[in-house]
């Protein structure tokens, strides 16, 4: 698999979702990516990242920086 950035008009939303589910792809919002990184953080505290760690994963993830 290979992951896209897809910005369009919120009008647009519901046929793209309809057309990807028909092709079988996994559309997620980055909120979404986030919220499964955290869970997976906090899944495992052996391998815990700091706050700030966690931090600089959500700006790469939500603000590309």
Not at 38 to 59: D, F, G, H
């Amino acid at each position: 698999m290979e992951d896209i950035v897809l910005r369009m008009p919120s009008a647009d939303v519901a046929m793209v979702m309809q057309f990807a589910s028909r092709m079988g792809w996994i559309v997620e919002k980055p909120s979404t990516v986030i919220d499964h990184f955290i869970k997976a953080c906090n899944a495992n505290p052996s391998n815990a990242l700091s706050e700030e760690e966690i931090q600089a994963e959500v700006n790469a993830v939500r603000y590309g920086k």
